[in-house]
């Protein structure tokens, strides 16, 4: 307690090296709630394998070691990937992820809604086009569709039965 800049400094100087790292995507820094002290952050990779040789980087060991003197205890690293990186809401632990089957629920009625939205707005536009390339313009709508709009949504509207207020 009371090395809340020093860490911030040290955070701040580390971040320009962090992002220079191969396969690095951004950084996000999560500042503690009014009262909390615990910090975080959300570094995004392109790959697995980008993300697990920065983990074993020497220049990221040198930082975990000269900020360790401005932490109340060892740091923890939490790796996602999938369907809790939909359903965690932001600067909350994924060990609260929703249960996979819920996830898989609410998953299946993103797919349903967007599906059948496209399948009305792109066959007037695809019609003609040789259907390798009219199913992967559909996938791809899909896709955009349940990251950008649909899943973002969901989630929301569906977070009470997610994330029941026990766990919030």
Partial sequence: MGRESAFEGAVRTWIPTALAFPGHMGVHMLRPPPGGREYGAVLKFRSRAAWEAF???????????DIREHLEADPWVETVYGLETWFTPPGT?????????????????????????????LPPLTNGWPWVLAFITFNAGVVAGLTWVVMPLLSRLFRPWLQPARRR
């Fill in 93 to 121: 632990p994924t060990a609260l992820a929703p249960p996979r089957w819920k996830m898989a629920v609410v998953t299946w009625v993103g797919v349903n809604l967007t599906a059948a939205g496209l399948s009305y707005v």
């Fill in 55 to 65: 983990l074993a980087s020497e220049p990221y060991q040198r930082f975990l070691a």
